[in-house]
């Protein structure tokens, strides 16, 4: 899917009522997902474990 079809359906999943916020919000938010869902197919992500440990030391 072309960005711009992407961008359209995104749109089209937010209420009528959706303000320009919410439609800027739900792009963002989208392209972040998509972007790390990307890294985890090229093995760039974190296993759950490291991640837990990573955590834990902000937690402190």
């Known amino acids: 899917m072309v960005v711009k079809e992407v961008a359209k359906h995104v749109i089209d999943t937010l209420p009528e009522e959706a303000t320009m916020d919410d439609i800027i919000h739900a792009l963002y ?32």
């Open 29 to 60: 938010v989208n392209t972040k997902f998509n972007h790390g869902e990307q890294e985890i197919r090229e093995g760039k992500g974190v296993p759950h474990d490291e991640a837990k440990k990573r955590l834990k030391k902000w937690q402190k």
